[in-house]
């Protein structure tokens, strides 16, 4: 079955720690993306990569970074830097970025901390 | 400075009527528009689009109707059932494919 898969679904994360958050696609897609949700607000963009070996910031890139050094593959590492991390990261994919095909979404990680 | 609205927070609606759920957005330079449905701890599922250069698109019991000139759509959920009920997110696309969400709706469909 072809999808996105973010692992792990819980994730909690200590004070002056890294953390990273898996992103798996095997759609064949070319762009994917990272958003986060915080309560009563919608998505917000944090990194976007259209191709292999390059990725672009979003809306609120602060405090996180990202690689994209397979296709399938698009980790996002939320830094120590990052103050606010607690939120719902959802990661997600689409054909490419300039056509009127929607993204699809993996069913995201929780992120606290302890 | 929020460029996609839903000025909604909630909506309830009576199963087997019309559920209408709202969107307003600023930038005129959007180019297409989508509707996600949203479970809890579950991502977005895309639920039905529409480009700038039309003002209806219908797929089965869902409808997107836009208005340009008022910078305002909305989906028509026809007939409303209870698993319909969960959170819809508006959004409209900048340039390239980049995504930009209201804050959400959620829909309760009672039986």
């Known amino acids: 079955d072809g999808g996105i898969t973010q692992s792990p679904k819980y994730l909690f994360r200590k004070e002056g720690q890294n953390v990273t958050l898996s992103c798996e696609q095997n759609l064949n897609h070319d762009a994917m993306y990272w958003y986060r949700q915080d309560p009563g607000q919608g998505l917000r963009l944090i990194y976007y990569?259209?191709?292999?070996?390059?990725?672009q910031k979003g809306d609120i890139a602060e405090g996180y970074s990202v690689s994209r050094e397979k296709k399938e593959s698009f980790p996002l590492t939320v830094t120590s830097a990052q103050k606010n991390p607690t939120a719902f990261y959802l990661c997600?994919?689409?054909?490419?970025?300039?056509?009127?095909?929607?993204?699809?979404f993996g069913d995201g990680t929780r992120l606290s901390i302890l | 400075d929020q460029q996609v609205k839903q000025n909604s927070p909630s909506l309830s609606v009576q199963e087997g009527r019309i559920s209408i759920l709202n969107c307003d957005y600023t930038?005129?330079?959007?180019?297409?528009f989508l509707w996600y449905k949203k479970y809890p701890a579950e991502g977005p599922t895309f639920l039905i689009s529409?480009?700038?250069?039309?003002d209806k698109n219908e797929d089965g019991r869902f409808t997107v109707f836009l208005n340009k000139s008022a910078k305002h759509l909305s989906l028509h959920i026809v007939p409303s059932q209870p698993g319909d009920s969960a959170v819809y997110f508006c959004?409209?696309?900048?340039?390239?494919?980049?995504?930009?969400f209201g804050a959400g709706t959620i829909l309760r469909v009672k039986s």
């Open positions: 930038n005129s330079m959007f180019d297409y």
């Open positions: 990569s259209q191709i292999v070996n390059d990725f």
């Open positions: 959004a409209a696309r900048e340039y390239g494919n980049k995504l930009v």
């Open positions: 529409i480009s700038s250069i039309k």
């Open positions: 997600a994919s689409s054909v490419q970025t300039a056509s009127n095909q929607p993204q699809h």
